[in-house]
T-cell receptor
């Protein structure tokens, strides 16, 4: 069956360190993958999109990698800050005509 | 520009009651969708629409109805509420399907007793 897995356990890191979140998928052939941030009681907010033919994408302190061989995307936040504390969701789509399918999200806690 | 708005923010229903969750967007997006979010389950697609007058089912459509009479509005109707429909509901809109960024509303928290 198709599955998108994100670590359900919270990730706790110290301020200033790099946070790395993982998104693994099985039985999908995604054309692209998106990452969203969700704060408690709020809707998700789009962060980055990476396509199947792209290995890496950067935006300010954020970096996303996409390895279709490993069936995995990694989401990095460098120089993390307490304000980065939130739940991060990955979502993938198999082609431009499909709606996104979301993973369960990973909660990140950055301690000062 | 309000983006995507949802009402109500919170609702308590008794089993068997019906209600409509409202969603509106002012970005002239063609595509709108409804998700439910349950602990550990991620966002699951209920119904979506690719334009006024056109709707389709998502992953978990049972017990829900939608219609799209205008570009701006996409209400979600619960026909006969069940405790299993206790969840947080998010409406989203985008310029297109798939690759486009989805803009989410603030959510409606629903409790069915």
């Amino acid at each position: 069956s198709q599955k998108i897995e994100q670590n359900s356990e919270a990730l706790n890191i110290q301020e200033g360190k790099t946070a790395t979140l993982t998104c693994n998928y099985t039985n999908y052939s995604p054309a692209y993958l998106q990452w969203y941030r969700q704060d408690p009681g709020r809707g998700p907010v789009f962060l980055l999109l990476i396509r199947e033919n792209e290995k890496e994408k950067r935006k300010e302190r954020l970096k996303v990698t996409f390895d279709t061989t490993l069936k995995q995307s990694l989401f990095h936040i460098t120089a993390s800050q307490p304000a980065d504390s939130a739940t991060y969701l990955c979502a993938l789509g198999e082609n431009a005509g499909n709606m996104l399918t979301f993973g369960g999200g990973t909660r990140l806690m950055v301690k000062p | 520009n309000a983006g995507v708005t949802q009402t109500p923010k919170f609702q308590v229903l008794k089993t068997g009651q019906s209600m409509t969750l409202q969603c509106a967007q002012d970005m002239n997006h063609e595509y709108m969708s409804w998700y439910r979010q349950d602990p550990g389950m991620g966002l699951r697609l209920i119904h979506y629409s690719v334009g006024a007058g056109i709707t389709d089912q998502g992953e978990v459509p049972n017990g829900y109805n939608v219609s799209r009479s205008t570009t701006e509005d996409f209400p979600l109707r619960l026909l006969s509420a069940a405790p299993s429909q206790t969840s947080v509901y998010f409406c989203a809109s985008s310029y297109g399907l798939g690759r486009e960024t989805q803009y989410f509303g603030p959510g409606t928290r629903l409790l069915v007793l």
